[in-house]
């Protein structure tokens, strides 16, 4: 029986590859035949990513970037362009949340230069990755862009700053499907509820009973782990969701709709 790679031969591009949702789904893209290039700032983090896609026979690329910075981000573009020749999916992962030291409370009590920081890593990034790679998915007339948001940008969960930005996502997503439908570029959003990630992992001692609560408050109880953002994500981005753009895929256990 042959085994059909549901990624093979595709290059990928992925946005706060050195943990969490990034690392789990730049493994599992690779598992599927795809050339991967993460990017982050932290170097150590993604050559660890690397060494276990390259250790089970994939193919991985590293760069360094901070996604608040356009240049930097059109050198990702560019340095996965030089390697592997072409960008056929784009996944818009890098985000920061719950964690110190930006203040995810309410408005009144959100620092302007605290706002301001998460709105330019967790949307101005994605507008920045999305004008640096359209170009080229628009000359090969086919692509695919998922972006990462959150339950909080869908139902409103208080971190105002935090919402704002994955709203804006949404936002950003409905409209890019629609510009670039003609060019056959598909654009989707995954929404998951807390995910069990390093990035949430820190929250668990600076709130108390932040565990507690998102482990119990879905009708399916449990934490969302970064593995089945990975999977659900790998199928929007696969030709099986051929037919599938401008939607938001929640992942939470059935929260948003209880």
């Known amino acids: 029986m042959v085994t059909v790679m549901r ?16 690392r789990a789904s730049a493994i599992r893209f690779a598992e599927e035949g795809a050339r991967v290039a993460i990017a982050g700032r932290r170097m150590d983090k993604l050559n660890e990513t690397a060494r276990i896609i390259r ?22 573009v560019e340095s996965t362009l030089d390697t592997y020749g072409k960008i056929d999916i784009l996944f818009n992962n890098a985000g920061v949340g719950y964690s110190a030291p930006y203040v995810m409370d309410s408005t009144i009590k959100t620092p302007s230069g605290d706002w301001d920081e998460i709105l330019s890593i967790n949307l101005r990034s994605v507008f920045y990755a999305c004008k640096a790679v359209l170009p080229h998915m628009i000359e ?9 948001s959150s339950i909080n940008g869908v139902i409103g969960c208080g971190a105002d700053a935090y919402t704002a930005s994955k709203g804006g996502i949404n936002a950003l997503t409905r409209a890019l499907a629609v510009d670039n439908a003609k060019y056959n ?11 069990d990630t390093p990035m949430i ?10 565990y507690e609560y998102w482990s119990s408050v879905a009708p399916m109880k449990g934490m969302v782990t970064p593995e089945d953002v990975a999977n659900a994500a790998l199928f929007l981005v696969s030709d099986e969701a051929s037919f599938i753009t401008g939607q938001n895929l929640m992942i939470d256990g059935g929260l948003s709709i209880s």
Request: hydrophobic content about 35%; glycine content about 14%.
């Open 185 to 195: 570029i598909r654009v989707n959003v995954v929404s998951p509820a807390a995910t």
């Open 7 to 22: 990624l093979e031969n595709k290059t990928v591009i992925i946005t706060g590859g050195g943990s969490g949702i990034g």
């Open 55 to 76: 250790d089970r026979g994939g193919e991985c690329l590293c760069c360094a970037t901070d996604v608040r910075h356009e240049d930097q981000v059109i050198h990702l």
């Open 140 to 148: 090969q007339k086919s692509g695919v862009i998922l972006n990462c």
């Open 201 to 210: 992992q820190s929250a668990y001692e600076e709130v108390e009973g932040f």
